[in-house]
């Protein structure tokens, strides 16, 4: 089975520090992806990654940066975290397909106060 | 730009109902579609997908949903709602030659089954 994991389920930090969000997949997809999901709004995405130190910026990027040193892992940074940044973040992977299916991670509930 | 447009942010249904859900697309070239399902405090995990071929595509948990170019939609059916099929249901496209294979989302349907 494929295997997505988000470091954290629940993560409380507050106003003003930088914020590492990890996953790390095992089963050697080349794309990584980071959405944040919040109610009404569905899945946006933020950044993904087609290889190893290759970065793509979604379509909220704002806030956000992300870092891919090797294939397995791909983290998302909020450099200067704000309340409205506190969501639902789910990291993706898939194979290099149009159709390929996307695996989701569990999710990591960020609550920033 | 693609687009999603999932009709209804909530669906009530009676157990053992019939279980419509809509998902509409805008495109000029042909799509990829996907329907995910999300169970509470849960990541996503896909239930059907539409590349090319047959239009009606079965998926797991006696789930269906049936590609109509003509109309645009991609709609999610079941002929029995089980108590255990209430969750959050996403639509979404992609397309042929995108390149980054991205999936744009629709906003969701909440799916509540009634006892």
């Known amino acids: 089975d494929v295997k997505v994991t988000q470091s954290s389920r629940y993560l409380v930090k507050r106003t003003g520090e930088k914020v590492f969000l990890e996953c790390v997949q095992d089963m050697d997809h080349e794309n990584m992806f980071w959405y944040r999901q919040d109610p009404g709004l569905g899945l946006r995405l933020i950044y993904f990654?087609?290889?190893?130190?290759?970065?793509e910026k979604g379509d909220i990027p704002e806030g956000y940066s992300v870092s891919r040193e090797k294939k397995e892992r791909f983290s998302l940074i909020l450099e200067s975290a704000s309340t409205n940044q506190t969501s639902m973040y789910l990291c993706a992977t898939s194979r290099p397909s149009n159709f390929a299916e996307a695996f989701f991670g569990q999710g990591t509930r960020l609550t920033v106060v | 730009a693609q687009s999603v447009t999932q009709l209804g942010s909530h669906v009530s249904v009676s157990e053992g109902a019939l279980v419509l859900l809509r998902c509409n697309y805008s495109?000029?070239?042909?799509?990829?579609l996907f329907w995910y399902v999300q169970y509470p405090n849960q990541g996503l995990q896909l239930l059907l997908k539409y590349t090319t071929g047959a239009t009606l595509v079965k998926g797991i948990n006696g789930f269906e949903a049936e590609f109509k170019k003509s109309e645009t939609s991609f709609h999610l059916t079941k002929p029995s709602a089980h108590m255990s099929d209430a969750a959050e249901y996403f639509c979404a496209v992609t397309y042929s030659g995108a390149g980054s294979y991205q999936l744009t989302f629709g906003k969701g349907t909440k799916l509540s089954v009634i006892p």
């Open positions: 990654s087609y290889d190893v130190k290759m970065k």
């Open positions: 495109s000029s070239v042909p799509p990829y």
